[in-house]
C-alpha cells in the first residue's frame, strides 16, 4: 500500500516535473504543477475540509505520469494524487454535500 505522506516528503522541489505537466504548462499556475499538487494532496489528506481550490488542483491533474519519468527521487506523483481523491471521495461529509 502507498504512503501516501511519506512520498509527498521525498520530493526535493527541483521543478523537473513541472516543466514536462501539460496542465501545468497550458494554466501556468504552480498549483496545477505536480509540486503543488503534491502540496494540495497532503492538504487532502491532513485536512478535514478541503478547500474548493484543493478539489479543483487535484481534479485536473491527466494522470499522464510525464513527471514521474523525469523525476529524480522516484515519487509515484499520480498514485499520491489518486489516494488523496480517494479519501476526499470516501469521506462520509462529502457524500452528504453532493446528495
Known amino acids: 500500500m502507498l504512503n501516501?505522506?511519506?512520498e509527498i516528503d521525498r520530493c526535493a522541489?527541483?521543478?523537473f516535473c513541472e516543466a514536462v505537466c501539460p496542465?501545468?504548462?497550458a494554466l501556468r499556475m504552480r498549483h496545477y504543477g505536480p509540486?503543488?499538487?503534491?502540496?494540495?494532496?497532503?492538504?487532502?489528506l491532513l485536512d478535514a475540509?478541503?478547500?474548493?481550490?484543493?478539489l479543483e488542483s487535484l481534479a485536473t491533474c491527466l494522470r499522464c505520469?510525464?513527471?514521474e519519468l523525469v523525476c529524480p527521487a522516484s515519487i509515484r506523483i499520480v498514485d499520491v494524487i489518486v489516494e488523496?481523491?480517494?479519501?476526499l471521495y470516501e469521506d462520509p461529509r462529502r457524500a452528504?454535500?453532493?446528495?
Not at 49 to 54: A, G, T
Not at 84 to 87: E, L, N, Q, S
Not at 96 to 99: F, L, Y
Request: aromatic share 2%; net charge positive; glycine share 6%.
Open 4 to 6: 501516501a505522506l511519506a
Open 13 to 15: 522541489r527541483c521543478g
Open 23 to 25: 496542465t501545468y504548462n
Open 35 to 44: 509540486r503543488g499538487r503534491l502540496h494540495m494532496a497532503r492538504i487532502a
Open 49 to 54: 475540509e478541503p478547500s474548493r481550490h484543493v
Open 65 to 67: 505520469r510525464a513527471c
Open 84 to 87: 488523496a481523491r480517494r479519501k
Open 96 to 99: 452528504r454535500r453532493r446528495a
